[in-house]
């Protein structure tokens, strides 16, 4: 059954280093989300990509925050430098058209 | 954007009890999905439904598209289906994003 991939589960980080999350869509998915749970709270987009285009990174913290999808597949999210505020879930999805979207596992951060 | 209210925010029933869970919307929508998040934190897909009824096992889902709600009915509840219900809208298939509820969390009780 296809599925999302996300790596790592799980990622203990010191504040100030910096730290990548990686995500594989479903294959054939076209859009591609990069959402933030904070504990208790639903999720929210930080990014997302139509192929290799993002579509909305309005709630994206640019200073800190980059995203990738060079090859409109995998993609790559990346904070530099780690704050304790950034401890949150960072769950990926991706939909095709007139689709469902599904979810990979996540990836749980503790800044430290 | 799109605002997406669910109710109760908590829910704690004895096992085998029924429970309804709501979901209101405050625009028109294409997607309508409804999520149980397990404890390892993963969302898992319940029901994609922006309009109608459907139904698989213990679970049923229907959605009023042009009163802007939706509910999902668990019957005979069982301490598995404990977690957090969350509920997703999107306005127009790839172009918006999919905003979240803030959740039911549904306590069952043996």
């Known amino acids: 059954e296809a599925e999302v991939a996300q790596s790592p589960r799980y990622k203990i980080t010191e504040k100030s280093q910096a730290v990548a999350f990686w995500c594989d869509p479903i294959?054939?998915?076209?859009?591609l989300y990069w959402y933030r749970q904070i504990l208790g709270q639903g999720p929210e987009l930080l990014v997302q990509?139509?192929?290799?285009?993002?579509?909305?990174d309005s709630q994206l913290p640019k200073d800190r925050f980059s995203a990738e999808r060079l090859k409109g597949v995998d993609s790559t999210l990346k904070i530099q430098p780690a704050e304790l505020g950034d401890s949150a879930m960072y769950l990926c999805?991706?939909?095709?058209?007139?689709?469902?979207?599904?979810f990979g596992q996540g990836t749980r951060l503790t800044v430290v | 954007g799109i605002q997406v209210e669910q109710s109760p925010p908590d829910l704690i029933l004895q096992e085998g009890a029924n429970s309804t869970l709501r979901c209101n919307f405050s625009?028109?929508?294409?997607?309508l999905q409804w999520f149980h998040q397990n404890p390892w934190g993963q969302l898992i897909n319940l029901f994609y439904?922006?309009?109608g009824t459907k139904q698989n096992g213990r679970l049923s889902a229907t959605t009023v598209a042009t009163e802007r709600y939706s509910l999902l009915y668990i019957s005979s509840s069982q301490t598995t289906d404990s977690g957090v219900y969350f509920c997703?809208?999107?306005?127009?298939?790839?172009?918006?994003?999919?905003?979240f509820g803030t959740g039911t969390r549904l306590t069952i009780i043996p």
């Open positions: 990509f139509q192929d290799e285009s993002v579509v909305d």
């Open positions: 999805a991706s939909t095709g058209w007139n689709t469902e979207a599904f």
């Open positions: 294959s054939g998915h076209a859009t």
């Open positions: 439904i922006p309009s």
């Open positions: 997703a809208v999107e306005r127009s298939f790839g172009n918006e994003k999919l905003t």
């Open positions: 625009d028109s929508v294409n997607n």
